[in-house]
């Protein structure tokens, strides 16, 4: 396939949460040029607006979705050879996208990942997070260790699994992997890297979840648990 870039870089958002002009400037600034943005959301004027300002592609879904389907939305508007995933209140580090392109065709991978650092609302650094050693592939896998924020993901290997499973709003990445692994796609390399900051804030989803959602989180992951082994 001709692809006319190397990296699409494809930023979830549902609202601006105050963070994604940081997101988009932390592409922006890498030493790595041969790349797209693509802002993936539903109709929100500002998410537009935002897209417009910084000269990037919005992948529009016209109803309210979740993050699979906007996601999957926006691949098709993508035109780089790997897909690179990054929340709006997230950050790339600097010299991550050349690492995880040059890893990915050195060893023809279809997800390359790395570690990641736990920044705050300021972007001050509070923590990190290194794989653990010593463990298989599918042992990484089924304990949720590969962090869904650091990977790139070839997209011939997404498109030919369905891309995410849009039925489930919730461990999205870790649903690909047992897909892509299934289906043979299953040459995952990691990077001992720090990829991605990480962002702790008031208004993440995950700090502000009533019962009755943890409640639906919990059934959801039964469903998951039922639906894909690995």
């Known amino acids: 396939m001709d692809y006319k870039t190397k990296v699409s870089v494809i930023i979830t958002a549902v609202t601006d949460r105050g963070y994604l002009q940081r997101a988009i400037d932390s592409v922006k600034e890498q030493d790595f040029t041969d790349y797209e943005i693509i802002l993936a959301g539903d109709g929100n004027l500002e998410l537009m607006k935002t897209a417009k300002e910084n000269n990037i592609q919005f992948a529009l879904t016209k109803e309210k979705s979740n993050l699979a389907t906007n996601f999957n939305n926006a691949v098709k508007k993508?035109?780089?050879?790997?897909?690179?995933?990054?929340?709006?209140?997230?950050?790339?580090?600097?010299g991550a996208l050349k690492e995880l392109y040059n890893t990915a065709e050195e060893y023809k991978a279809d997800v390359v990942f790395g570690d990641?650092?736990?920044?705050?609302?300021?972007?001050?650094?509070?923590?990190?997070?290194?794989?653990?050693?010593?463990?298989?592939?599918?042992?990484?896998?089924?304990?949720?260790?590969?962090?869904?924020?650091?990977?790139?993901?070839?997209?011939?290997?997404?498109?030919?699994?369905?891309?995410?499973?849009?039925?489930?709003?919730?461990?999205?990445?870790?649903?690909?992997?047992?897909?892509?692994?299934?289906?043979?796609?299953?040459?995952?390399?990691?990077?001992?890297?720090?990829?991605?900051?990480?962002?702790?804030?008031?208004?993440?989803?995950?700090?502000?979840?009533?019962?009755?959602?943890?409640?639906?989180?919990?059934?959801?992951?039964?469903?998951?648990?039922?639906?894909?082994?690995?």
């Open 78 to 94: 993508a035109k780089g050879k790997y897909l690179k995933i990054l929340a709006d209140d997230d950050e790339l580090l600097p």
């Open 116 to 230: 990641y650092t736990i920044i705050n609302e300021q972007s001050y650094q509070t923590g990190f997070y290194r794989l653990p050693e010593g463990k298989e592939l599918a042992e990484l896998i089924k304990g949720r260790f590969i962090p869904g924020g650091t990977t790139l993901v070839k997209t011939e290997s997404f498109k030919a699994v369905g891309g995410y499973d849009i039925l489930f709003d919730i461990s999205e990445g870790y649903i690909l992997n047992i897909k892509l692994v299934n289906a043979g796609l299953d040459i995952f390399l990691y990077m001992k890297y720090f990829v991605t900051a990480y962002r702790h804030h008031p208004k993440q989803k995950s700090r502000n979840l009533k019962p009755v959602d943890k409640k639906k989180r919990e059934e959801q992951m039964v469903r998951i648990n039922k639906k894909y082994k690995i």
